[in-house]
Each structure stands twice: as C-alpha cells, then as structure tokens.
C-alpha cells in the first residue's frame, strides 16, 4: 500500500521494553481534544504560510487574506509536491540538488542532512519517488508516541529464562533486536533505526538488521545465532520466518514480533502468533509521517489523533461516512514543520468505526486495506519451493536498476515476466536489460538461476477500484 513502504520505527519500539513501561497501557490515553488539534492546525499553516512559497501560491494567501476554512484548503500530492521541492521546503538551505547528492552516498544512510535533519525516500505503489525529510521536533513526536503507545504485549511466560540464559545482557535489561528490512537506501525504515542507534549506542549494540534481500537460509542462520528477544519485519517475511521456524530450520523464542510495511490479514497474523508463541504488534506509518496509528489487540488501528488530521474521502476528494470505505486519505502531519503535509492525498482505503473499541481506547478507529502484492512461490531444480517476499524483490528492482514504476508477474512456478514503464527513459533497451540482469544475478543468489524471465511489452497496470499499482502478482501457482 502507498503508505506502508519501508518506513517503520523499529528501535524506539525495541527500546520502550522495559519494567516501567510494562505498566503504561496505550488504551488509557483519551482521545485529542479539539481545541489542542485546532492550535496545532493553525500553527502549522501559519509557519507553511510564512515560509513556504508553494504553499503560500497554492493556499492563495495574500496580504490581508482571511486564514480559509480547513476544509477549503486544496489537496496536494506527492507528484506536485515534488515538482515543487525548493519551494515547498521552509529552510532555504535544503534544495532538491543538495538533498539528491546527499542520498547517493550509501554511506550516509541514518546520518543527519545539514547536521540536523532527517531524509528518507519512499517510492510508494504510485510508482511515483519521494524525498521527505523530517525536523528534530517531528523526530521526538514520533520516538514519544512509539514509546507511549504502541501495544506491548509480549511472552511473559520466556521472559525469565531468556534473562537466565544471558540473552538480555548484563542484568538482563538489555533484550536482544533484529530488523529484517531493505537496508541498502534511505529508506525511514533503517535509516531511523541507524539514526536511533547512532544516538543510543548501548541499545543499539544489543540490536542487529538483517537485509530482506538475502538468501533465506542466511537469515535464518544470523538469526538463529543471533537469539533476538523482538524481532521487527514486513509481514511477508514473518510469515516466511514462520514458514522456516514450522519447519524446524529455525528455531526462536522471541518475546514479542513487530510488523509493518504490508497489510497484515488477522488470519496471517493468528498464525504468525501460534507458530512462534508470541504476540505480532502492528502499526501504520508512513516515510511521510511515521507514526500515524497503532493497532490495538482487537485489531483495529487507533489514529494518533492529537498529531495527525486523517481525512477519509472519495474519488472526488470529498468526505464519506463512517462504515464505508475510502478511496483515498488525506493526511496532515501536524509534527512537521521544515516540509508541511497539509491534506496530502494517500492512495489508502480506510474504513472508520462509528462505534467505541472494545480495547477501551478512545482514539478515533479504523481498519485499512493492506497492501495488494504478492509473495512469489518459485520452484528451484529440485522442485523445491522457495518463497520471495514482494518486498525484498521491489527493493532489489528499486535500489539495483533504479526503477520506480515495473510490476512483476509470476507467470509459472519457474517463469517471471517484467512490465517496465520506460516511456521517460532515453534507452529503454539499456533499461530493460539493467532490470534482468539485477534480477536474475538476485534469483541466482536465492538458489534460482533456472527461473526463466522475460520482458512483458504491456506497461504496468493499477488495480481499476483502487488506482493502486501492484508491483509483485503472482498469476498462476
């Protein structure tokens, strides 16, 4: 889904386990009053208004103009946002040029841009790439509601002898992590989590990631060595972590499991629990705003209402009731000051609940469509199966070819068939042909130089009901 793209605060979560916090129940929080949501509102708009050219041209804002009602404000989205980069930003120091030279150095992943802020990139199901970067006021905000509220749960019946058996460290305060995410790009996901543990070295010494794009048998085999107490991946590859750990090819005992990145179907979710013995916690953010709701242990995710102005609306970008589903959301973050997202159209179908939770908490609720791409099940030249999560292969095509628009169609159970959109492209041969190769030389690496690929001459297509693009498909098993 748009939202839900490699931009997830793993750390903080990892961190916020301890004696004190066991205490702390999210659901006790009541909702954001209205005023306290109507000053941040102001707020922002008022620094947006003052330091931000785009916003100023496109709210219409003049000297002596009256502040336009909240819901005249027009929509913005990312392709415009991004054509307008310079002027959308408030600081003067950061430009687009700057900010690009900054993320092509690797190297750089989870520093600070001009020592004091943030860049992440998302490409998003749109297919359409983003730059966002985020203030030291927004990084807080995020860290504080990781901590405050975000549903911990966890094996309390493993928690003694994991302490016994020297897992927790020194006096057993200091669990083991691991994140398995795509970690080569400036992505939220690990480039937040190399920020936290930049800042946090004793925490992040107890914490190691993994990258998504390795063969399975190598994860398994840190991770078994490794032990982790919490262990944070797409929900893809849980279940494919699950998959091996039925199998008895792995073999942990984690207190707790972080999903994020993909939607997570309840019954996905029922079966990653009962295969590991632990709780699957979940959230939704995004590299836009990284903390927009948790999920609480009756499912439904709960907005972080004093932060983030969520609007479910219909194709025309008017409001719709609660029970029915959206075809978009336009977000606010009320966080972020250096690039405002004032009513930023997400291409996420939610659905609101008119009624309370049964969890007790009175944030405003709501379920979300998950993502639609498909975990391919590809068969090596022993006949073997070896599952691919959508997300290891989408970063492997965005990060090793540079693409940002393709889907991936599993015709057969050893044939896979690329479209490209290569209209903006000066040599669309060169292009197709980097696309094979970084993908092939990643099926060889998982044990699969047989599957058989090729170039589908069609372009992409988005699903008709959502106007979302599904990147990985699988057509036939």
Not at 209 to 233: D, H, K, M, N
Not at 276 to 301: T, W
Not at 324 to 330: D, E, F, I, N, R
Request: charged share 25%; with cysteine.
């Amino acid at each position: 889904m748009a939202a839900l793209v490699h931009d997830e605060p793993w750390v903080d979560w990892m961190q916020s386990w301890s004696p004190a916090g066991w205490l702390g129940m999210a659901n006790r929080v009541p909702a954001a009053s209205a005023d306290l949501v109507r000053r941040r509102q102001r707020d922002l708009l008022e620094q947006a208004h003052a330091r931000s050219q785009f916003y100023r041209r496109h709210h219409g804002r003049h000297p002596g103009a009256l502040m336009p009602a909240w819901q005249d404000l027009p929509p913005v989205d990312k392709t415009m946002l991004m054509a307008n980069f310079d002027q959308w930003v408030t600081d003067p120091a950061i430009t687009r040029a700057g900010v690009e030279d900054f993320l092509a150095d690797r190297s750089r992943i989870g520093e600070d841009f001009l020592r004091r802020y943030a860049i992440w990139t998302s490409s998003g199901t749109s297919g359409e790439p983003g730059i966002f970067v985020q203030d030291s006021g927004a990084l807080a905000v995020y860290s504080s509601l990781l901590e405050s509220r975000m549903d911990r749960r966890f094996a309390t019946q493993r928690w003694w002898p994991m302490a016994a058996s020297g897992a927790f460290g020194p006096w057993g305060l200091q669990p083991r992590s691991a994140l398995v995410a795509a970690l080569d790009g400036h992505y939220a996901s690990v480039s937040f989590w190399r920020r936290q543990c930049r800042f946090n070295p004793v925490s992040g010494s107890a914490s190691r990631a993994f990258s998504v794009t390795q063969p399975i048998e190598e994860i398994c085999a840190g991770l078994q060595e490794w032990r982790p107490a919490f262990l944070a991946s797409y929900p893809s590859m849980l279940a494919e972590l699950a998959r091996q750990q039925q199998a008895g090819r792995l073999r942990l005992t984690p207190l707790a499991l972080w999903a994020g990145g993909e939607g997570l179907p309840a019954s996905t979710r029922d079966w990653i629990e009962s295969v590991f013995g632990a709780p699957v916690i979940n959230d939704y953010g995004a590299s836009e705003c990284l903390s927009i709701a948790f999920e609480c242990p009756h499912g439904r995710m709960h907005l972080n209402d004093d932060w983030v102005v969520m609007e479910p609306v219909d194709a025309d970008d008017q409001p719709v009731e609660p029970g029915t589903p959206s075809k978009a959301v336009l977000l606010t973050n009320l966080a972020n000051r250096v690039q405002p997202l004032i009513r930023y159209r997400l291409g996420d179908s939610v659905t609101m609940h008119a009624d309370d939770c049964p969890c007790g908490n009175h944030r405003p609720s709501f379920t979300i469509e998950g993502r639609g791409d498909d975990t391919l099940r590809l068969r090596d030249a022993r006949s073997a199966e070896v599952r691919l999560s959508p997300l290891a292969v989408t970063t492997v095509l965005e990060e090793g070819a540079d693409l940002h628009r393709f889907q991936l169609l599993q015709t057969s159970a050893d044939a896979l068939s690329l479209r490209l959109d290569d209209s903006l492209s000066s040599d669309p041969a060169r292009l197709r042909e980097r696309a094979l190769t970084v993908l092939r030389d990643y099926l060889r690496r998982q044990g699969l130089p047989e599957i058989k690929l090729s170039v589908d001459a069609a372009p992409p297509s988005v699903d008709p009901a959502s106007g979302k693009l599904r990147q990985v498909i699988v057509m036939a098993d």
